[in-house]
């Protein structure tokens, strides 16, 4: 849904099920799709309710604000885009949503210098970026994700060659047009 430069998402379920949000157009940003966030939250169904999840290259916000309508406890957004980001923000605030929290910053940079552990990760980065990798490594080597961590991954379906660390299994994997998008788990006889 477009309207003068601005687009919207729609929560598909949760306490803010049917609610609008309004994001920028910027070249960068693709929302998930609501099919795939469906598919997405019913692999998760089981997994989301009082997690600490991490929506790295935010954007929009679907993936985030998703899991906290579905009853996260904690939801931390990073993009470096400031009009991303402040729009963001000014969801979280006609959501009432004191479960998110927004942050301005490069994912990278970001990840080097956190030490939040999270049960939910969902990657999603420009696909033109080629970051996933080491995004991926990042939160493994950071110690950033919870044992049992589940973590989603979204990029392009021509780009098979996402390198994922050894100790992550994939549960789950489709394909929407142009998308792939994978959920990974963390074999927990390998975590240390």
Partial sequence: MRQSGRSQLRIIAGKWRGRKLEFPELSDLRPTP?????????WLQAD?????????????????????????????????????TSALAANAGKLKADNVEIVTADALGWLNSEDSVFDLAFLDPPYHASILGQCCALLERGKNLAEN???YLEHSRVDTGVDV??????????????????????AQQLCQ
């Fill in 48 to 84: 989301v309710s009082g997690s600490i999840c991490l929506d790295l290259f935010a954007g929009s916000g679907a993936l985030g604000f998703e899991a906290a309508s579905r009853g996260a406890s904690r939801v931390i957004m990073v993009d470096d885009d400031r009009a991303a």
């Fill in 34 to 42: 609501d099919r795939v966030r469906e598919t997405l939250f019913n």
């Fill in 149 to 151: 961590a589940k973590i």
């Fill in 165 to 186: 660390p050894e100790n992550w299994v994939c549960l789950k994997s489709r394909f929407a047009g142009q998308v792939a998008y994978k959920l990974f788990g963390r």
